[in-house]
């Protein structure tokens, strides 16, 4: 089973940049699995954001936010990313990293094909 854990989130102003890190319990076969962020704000659906493979090697990044976030991993390190740049007041969301029911999936983007995620973190946007 994936364990996953959320860092990096926080307040910041608008236009500001910020990097969340996504870690996987060591010996849970992180590097498996494509991973996925999404987030989730008050009163609206949870959403996908960006999604890499379990190597790295493709990437798909949501419409909404093409241009200003990133997505990448090093397995080395256990580690997925996202880089969010140009970050705006609606933003402002639970930010989530999850991992798909099976290893060595493609670029899922629905939030039904994710079976383990991490607990969410804040990242907040003033203006």
């Known amino acids: 089973q994936v364990q996953l854990v959320e860092s990096g989130g926080g307040l910041v102003q608008a236009g500001a940049s910020l990097r969340l890190s996504c870690t996987g319990a060591p010996g849970r076969a992180f590097e498996s699995y494509a991973l996925g962020w999404f987030r989730q704000a008050p009163g609206k659906e949870r959403e996908f954001l960006a999604v890499?493979?379990?190597?790295?090697?493709?990437?798909t990044v949501a419409d909404s936010v093409k241009g200003r976030f990133t997505i990448s991993r090093d397995n080395d390190k256990n580690t997925a990313y996202l880089q969010m740049d140009s970050l705006q007041p609606e933003d402002t969301a639970v930010y989530y990293c999850?991992?798909?029911?099976?290893?060595?999936?493609?670029?899922?983007?629905?939030?039904?094909?994710?079976?383990?995620w991490g607990q969410g973190i804040q990242v907040t946007v003033s203006s």
């Open positions: 999850a991992a798909p029911k099976s290893p060595y999936s493609g670029l899922l983007t629905e939030v039904s094909d994710y079976a383990y």
């Open positions: 890499v493979t379990w190597n790295g090697g493709w990437t």
